[in-house]
C-alpha cells in the first residue's frame, strides 16, 4: 500500500508509504510520517496505537517548519486541481505578501503528496527557512486524477498544464499571500521543463531555476533513455519529415529570444534520462540572444545529484539565486 492518507485525531495528516502484518495479522509495521515529521517505522496492533520505533533524522528535532496546507483550485477550464502551500517559517497568510517560489515537480507523471516537503534538492520548507511562501502544484499530467488527467499532456506538455500552474500562482496573488513583483519559479527534470517554458512565455518571474531540464523535446526523443516516451510527450521527432515539426512549438529553446528572467541551469554531466546537451542548448541559445543565467555542470553526476558536496552547492547556489533576485 503506498501513497495512503489519513486524518489522525488532532494530528496533522499522517502519510502512509508501506505497511505490512504478521502471518496472524496481530502486529503491523508501518512506514509513516507527516506534514512535518519524515517517514519513520511504527509498530503496534493493527486497531492501535502504533508505537515510533525509529528516527532516521534526529538532527530534525526541535526545527521549525512553515505551515504547511493543502490547496484546490479550478483551472481555467473548470478541471479540478489540487497542490500545497508552505508558508514561511513562522508567519500567517495574513502576514502576505512573501516572495513566492513555485515548485514544479517532475515526471510529468508524479505529483505533491501532503507531506514533509524538506529534500536533498531546493524543497519547499528548506526555502521557507529564509522567508519564502512556496507553491507546489498538481497541474494535469500528474498521478491522483485517473488516467485522462494523465495523459491529457501527450503532445500538449507546456499548454493546459502551464495554464494550470499559473491559475494557482494568480490564486495565491488575489488571496494576498504571493507579491506580484517578487516570483520565482524552478524544477527538475520535467518540473525544470516547466521552468524554462514558463520564462519563454512571460516576464512575469523575476528568478528561475532549470534543473535537469528539458529544453528540446525533439532532441531528447532523440538522445534520451526514454525516447518513445518523450516524442509522445513532444508529440514528435526530428524524422517525421522536413520541419517545422510539433514538438518545436513546445520546446522552451523555441522561445529563448523571449528570456528576460535570470535562469539558473544546473545539470549532471552524466545524465542519461535528459542528457546535458539539453542544458548545452539552452546556454548557448541564451548566450545568443544575452539572457541573465548562470549555468553549471555537476562532474560524475547523473539525472539525480549523489555527491554530498553537489548536493550541498545546488541548495545554497539555488537559495542565493533566488535571494539575489527576489529580496526587496
Not at 490547496?71 to 489540487?82: F, P, W
Not at 494523465?150 to 502551464?162: D, I, K, L, P, T
Request: net charge negative; aromatic share 10%.
Amino acid at each position: 500500500m503506498t501513497g495512503t492518507s489519513w486524518n489522525c485525531g488532532n494530528d496533522p495528516t499522517v502519510a502512509l508509504d508501506s505497511l505490512i502484518s504478521t502471518p496472524a495479522g496481530t502486529m503491523i509495521a508501518a512506514l509513516t510520517g507527516t506534514r512535518y515529521e519524515p517517514t519513520n517505522v511504527h509498530l503496534g496492533p493493527p486497531t492501535g496505537p502504533l508505537r515510533k520505533v525509529t528516527n532516521i533524522r534526529p538532527e530534525l528535532d526541535g526545527i521549525a517548519f512553515g505551515t504547511q496546507r493543502p490547496l484546490a483550485y479550478r483551472a481555467a477550464d473548470g478541471l479540478a486541481l489540487d497542490g500545497l502551500l508552505v508558508l514561511p517559517v513562522g508567519r500567517s497568510a495574513s502576514d502576505g505578501p512573501f516572495p513566492l517560489v513555485t515548485l514544479v515537480h517532475g515526471g510529468p507523471y508524479d505529483r505533491y503528496a501532503d507531506h514533509l516537503q524538506l529534500f536533498w534538492f531546493p524543497s519547499a520548507q528548506w526555502l521557507a527557512t529564509v522567508g519564502y511562501a512556496v507553491f507546489l502544484p498538481n497541474p494535469r499530467g500528474g498521478q491522483g486524477h485517473g488516467h485522462e488527467f494523465a495523459a491529457s499532456v501527450a503532445g500538449r506538455v507546456g499548454r493546459e498544464e502551464w495554464t494550470d500552474v499559473l491559475t494557482g500562482i494568480d490564486l495565491l496573488i488575489a488571496e494576498g499571500i504571493a507579491d506580484p513583483d517578487r516570483l520565482g519559479i524552478a524544477g527538475g527534470s520535467h518540473g525544470g521543463f516547466m521552468a524554462a517554458w514558463a520564462i519563454g512565455q512571460t516576464d512575469r518571474f523575476r528568478a528561475a531555476l532549470v534543473s535537469a531540464g528539458v529544453t528540446d523535446w525533439g532532441m531528447l526523443a532523440a538522445t534520451g533513455e526514454n525516447g518513445q516516451f518523450e516524442a509522445a510527450l513532444g508529440g514528435s521527432t526530428g524524422w517525421d519529415g522536413i520541419g517545422p515539426h510539433p514538438h518545436d512549438a513546445l520546446s522552451p529553446v523555441s522561445f529563448a529570444g523571449r528570456v528576460r528572467t535570470p535562469v539558473l541551469i544546473l545539470h549532471g554531466a552524466e545524465d542519461t534520462n535528459v542528457p546535458v546537451g539539453q542544458a548545452v542548448y539552452f546556454h548557448r541559445a541564451l548566450r545568443h540572444f544575452d539572457a541573465e543565467h548562470e549555468f553549471v555542470i555537476y562532474p560524475r553526476e547523473g539525472h539525480l545529484i549523489r555527491e554530498r558536496n553537489h548536493q550541498l552547492d545546488m541548495l545554497r547556489r539555488t537559495r542565493a539565486w533566488f535571494d539575489r533576485w527576489l529580496r526587496p
